[in-house]
């Protein structure tokens, strides 16, 4: 159990510009989750997968964001058309399938557009 | 819709000395979770302790325990023996337990806790 990794951990992007990010659960994990933290705020839910399905979407989650776990194991979030209002720190969490469990957290990546 | 108050926006503990963070939510379901996170300065988030609504007991980690009152809608977190590790980001967060539903987890707005030597 290596716990949950996410990639890369700081990205800075141009507005207008795509970025992708990854996150690694911690192996056998069957839920996964995304969150956006901005500054001196708390996380707020964005997206959760069980398995490979994509069961929930925020209505934060515009268009321009898409997110999928193929196979069940690695997420992408991506976002497309970078805006400044995207700035923020992007936390991915994973637990097992089952009642009780604390959802643990990554490292997150933190994205800056300029 | 389900809230998460922090109320606090800072605090400030003398090392060895006790705080307490507060914590208030609005809900109308029955079976829910409790968590206070922890999120030190550039490094992940990690959960410092649980309660079950469904739990009359208050929960209780080393130095770190909760007063849950249910009725109130009110989960605070005292800290004894405050260490200079202490100091960190404090979430107050909340997680509907439905089967089915995807238990994401509903944070306030946290609470920055300062340690002083």
């Known amino acids: 159990d290596t716990g949950v990794s996410q990639d890369p951990r700081h990205k800075i992007t141009k507005r207008g510009q795509n970025v992708t990010f990854r996150c690694d659960p911690i192996?056998?994990?069957?839920?996964l989750y995304w969150y956006r933290q901005t500054l001196g705020q708390g996380p707020e839910f964005l997206t959760y997968f069980q398995n490979e399905a994509q069961l929930e979407k925020s209505r934060l989650l515009s268009d321009r964001f898409s997110a999928e776990r193929p196979k069940g194991s690695f997420s992408t979030l991506e976002i497309q058309r970078t805006e400044q209002g995207d700035s923020a720190m992007y936390l991915c969490a994973s637990r097992p399938l089952g009642g009780g469990y604390e959802q643990y957290f990554g490292p997150g990546t933190r994205l800056t557009v300029t | 819709a389900q809230t998460v108050t922090q109320s606090q926006p800072e605090m400030s503990v003398q090392e060895a000395e006790t705080v307490t963070l507060s914590c208030t939510y609005d809900t109308s379901e029955s079976d829910y979770y409790l968590f206070w996170y922890k999120q030190p300065p550039s490094r992940q988030m990690i959960l410092v302790i649980r309660?079950?609504?469904?739990?009359?007991q208050n929960a209780t980690e080393n130095r770190f325990s909760v007063n849950f009152q249910k009725a109130a809608k009110s989960f605070s977190l005292k800290i004894s023996d405050s260490q200079l590790g202490d100091a960190a980001m404090y979430f107050c967060?909340?997680?509907?337990?439905?089967?089915?539903?995807?238990?994401?987890?509903?944070f306030g707005k946290g609470i920055t806790l300062s340690v002083r030597p």
């Open positions: 192996s056998e994990h069957n839920r």
């Open positions: 309660q079950e609504a469904y739990k009359q």
């Open positions: 967060a909340y997680r509907l337990e439905v089967p089915g539903a995807n238990s994401k987890l509903t």
